[in-house]
């Protein structure tokens, strides 16, 4: 079985609860062995990424800048991840994580959005903006 190792725990940790939930389920498949690589992301961090056109969300309009407003505590509605032997580059590997990760949840009762496929209508021909490994709860903004 798959585990994942300090690094992914590390972003793991900054994950909304239900993205905890869906990816302790997912990690279980040696098949679909993967990292995480971004969770929350701070407003600052999340100009970086808008300035460098590597996300199309502005500060705070992003499912990677959510906090509980509660405790105050980190709680990433979206997801960056990969799978673990292959490399960014590699959309075909990334499509087959992408259809575990969906299944995944949809099995847990969650619906999310993968970047390749924004409008959910299970073609990614029509997707302008490709972010293979983005993931994120669909309604994360009725959720914060």
Do not use: C
Not at 52 to 80: F, L, W, Y
Not at 101 to 126: C, F, P, Q, Y
């Amino acid at each position: 079985m798959s585990y994942y190792g300090k690094r992914s725990m590390k972003v793991y940790d900054t994950l909304h609860p239900i993205w905890q939930e869906i990816l302790t389920e997912a990690i279980k498949s040696d098949y679909f062995d993967h990292s995480l690589i971004v969770g929350y992301r701070s407003n600052e961090q999340q100009l970086i990424e808008f300035s460098a056109g590597r996300s199309k969300a502005r500060p705070g309009e992003s499912a990677h800048n959510t906090v509980n407003k509660q405790t105050g505590k980190p709680e990433s509605m979206g997801v960056d991840l990969v799978p673990a032997k292959s490399q960014y580059s590699d959309g075909q590997a990334m499509l087959l994580l992408a259809g575990h990760i969906i299944s995944t949840a949809e099995r847990l009762g969650h619906k999310i959005t993968n970047g390749s496929d924004w409008d959910r209508d299970g073609m990614v021909i029509d997707t302008n903006f490709k972010d293979f490994w983005h993931f994120e709860l669909t309604d994360w903004r009725e959720m914060i």
